[in-house]
Nanobody, 124 residues
Framework: VQLQASGGGLVQAGGSLRLSCAAS????????MGWFRHAPGKERELVAA????????????YYADSVMGRFTISRDDAKNTTYLQMNSLKPEDTAVYYC??????????????WGQGTLVTVSS
């Protein structure tokens, strides 16, 4: 089982990036998927999470206050992929971003599956 994160890079403040997390080895359609980030000198934090949906029409989501209104998490279960669209990026968004999957809430920082990190650097 593997979660492969991609899409990180260097961007100027105010810019946008889209992170992708491609899963392989099992289907994650019944898993809560999320993105964490870990910045130097700070604790790892859950940035966004998206629940699974029986009807594939509505997915409940969670966002940290620091990214609310700027980041959007989405999932495409047909592609076994989760996305994080990041707009209006700020220098304080600079961190290594990790995707994760779990059967239960990840707000406590616990996840069964973790991807490798992808570095996002926002210059001022």
């Amino acid at each position: 089982v593997q979660l492969q994160a991609s899409g990180g890079g260097l961007v100027q403040a105010g810019g946008s990036l889209r992170l992708s997390c491609a899963a392989s080895g099992r289907t994650f359609s019944k898993y809560i998927m999320g993105w964490f980030r870990h910045a130097p000198g700070k604790e790892r934090e859950l940035v966004a999470a998206i629940n699974w949906s029986v009807g594939k029409t509505y997915y409940s989501t969670y966002y940290a206050d620091s990214v609310m209104g700027r980041f959007t998490i989405s999932r495409d279960d047909a592609k076994n992929t989760t996305y994080l669209q990041m707009n209006s990026l700020k220098p304080e968004d600079t961190a290594v971003y990790y995707c994760a999957g779990n059967l239960a809430s990840m707000t406590a920082g616990v996840a069964q599956y973790w991807g490798q990190g992808t570095l996002v650097t926002v210059s001022s």
